[in-house]
């Protein structure tokens, strides 16, 4: 893979024991998922403290929770499917944009998720009062990114058993996500979805421009 930072002369020391910073992410993920759990049960006040809700940073209290709540799931199988789809998707990026780099694109895409679904909140007011949780903001913002990266990439959505290009895929599944929550009932972080994806979206188009040729030839990679 072509990453698009120098890559230094002397091998540095991993300060992370090995780890990558995607690998980092999901034990965090699942450590944070636990702790949280634990805390809420105690006290369903504390869920205040942890989700993002619309209405108090509107009144600009718990703002924290804009990070707290990018580590945060609502139950085991939320957790379970989101840390799957990381597994698989940051380690690519990791890959491709180097430690910082897939480090600073995660956590802006799923700050920019969060901040996307607090102001759409004043036009969509059943959110306005709504918990948000999850690392389903940042990855869409990293699946984003690779549509414009790697737009013939072929990934396997949910439980279709043929391959989809993921510019295709990535459309199908916030379409797909929207009709559910529609149909169902079923509360789903829609807008901060489509946020982190527009942020995702924006960096790709950034570092297409910037490095055309590394990103030409990535593309090719995956064509």
Known sequence: MVHFYRIPQKKKKNLLGGLSINSLLIIINVVCFVLFTILISSDVKFLDYIALKPSNILQLTYVWTFITSMFMHAGFFHLFVNMISLFFIGSLIEKILGA????????????????????????????????????SGALFGLIGLLML????????????????????????????????SAVGNVPIGNTAHLGGLILGLA?????????????????????
Request: glycine share 6%; aromatic share 20%.
């Open 149 to 180: 990266l790697t737009p013939d990439l072929k990934v396997y959505v949910m439980f279709i058993p043929i391959p989809i290009k993921i510019k295709y895929a990535a459309p199908g599944i916030l379409i797909l996500l929207w009709i559910i």
């Open 100 to 135: 910082k780099r897939y480090l600073g694109i995660y956590l802006a895409t799923g700050l920019f998720a969060g901040l996307f679904f607090v102001l759409t909140s004043l036009i969509v007011p059943d959110n306005f009062n709504t918990y948000a949780v999850g690392a």
């Open 203 to 223: 960096y790709g188009f950034y570092l297409r421009k910037k490095y055309k040729n590394k990103t030409k030839f990535i593309r090719q990679q995956f064509s």
